[in-house]
């Protein structure tokens, strides 16, 4: 069984069969896409993680604000992963089954908040949102005019990336601007 293939118990049709039909039909490299969203499924659990126990031990001010936004984002990017598995098994692949591979598969790999100020999870964070908008414009271009469900998906997952950046810089900008008023107090 090919590490992309995921077939029936009984030896029967593979599951996924048609949804890859479809696609190798548009002329993709079904197995490539299946790479592709299989590295991005593995940074989105990455980051699900990230957030989960950065919003646990985040110290400092804002950090009830950065605690309740890291919490949802933690929860949409489990929502990500979701959403990567069902293609995956759709186009007849198997999501990466080992949490060992999941950052040696990754692009963006995993920021450990062994310093969790409200600054230093902000940067990382950012960061990991930022390669995360770069990960999924490539997927788009792969798929452009030949996979428009695979095209829709990731035009979700991208534009609530966009919208995670944009939330932790506007974070930032109420801490520097809170710092800024203590200073001159
Ligand atoms: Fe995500
Ligand atoms: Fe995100």
């Known amino acids: 069984m090919s590490h992309n293939t995921l077939y029936t118990q009984q ?6 069969m048609k949804g890859r039909e479809i696609v190798e039909k548009a002329g993709l490299d079904v197995d490539k896409l299946i790479t592709m969203l299989n590295k991005a499924y593995c940074d989105e659990w990455l980051a699900y993680y990230q957030y989960w126990i950065g919003a646990r031990l ?12 890291m919490k949802e984002h933690a929860g949409q990017e489990l929502d990500h992963a979701d959403m990567l598995a069902t293609r995956i098994i759709e186009l007849g692949g198997t999501p990466e089954i080992d949490p060992g591979n999941w950052k040696k ?14 600054n230093e999870l902000l940067e990382q964070n950012i960061q990991s949102e930022r390669c995360a908008i770069s990960v999924y414009i490539k997927i788009l271009d792969y798929v452009r005019g030949k996979d428009m469900i695979t095209g829709h998906i990731i035009r979700h997952i991208m534009q609530q990336e966009v919208q995670h950046e944009q939330e932790l810089e ?16």
């Open 170 to 185: 506007d974070i930032r900008n109420d801490a520097e601007t809170l710092c800024h008023c203590s200073d001159s107090k």
């Open 105 to 118: 598969l990754s692009s963006c790999g995993y920021l450990p908040p062994d310093n969790p100020t409200v």
């Open 11 to 16: 030896g029967g049709t593979p599951i996924g």
């Open 58 to 69: 985040a110290v400092g001010i804002p950090r009830d604000h950065l605690e309740r936004e």
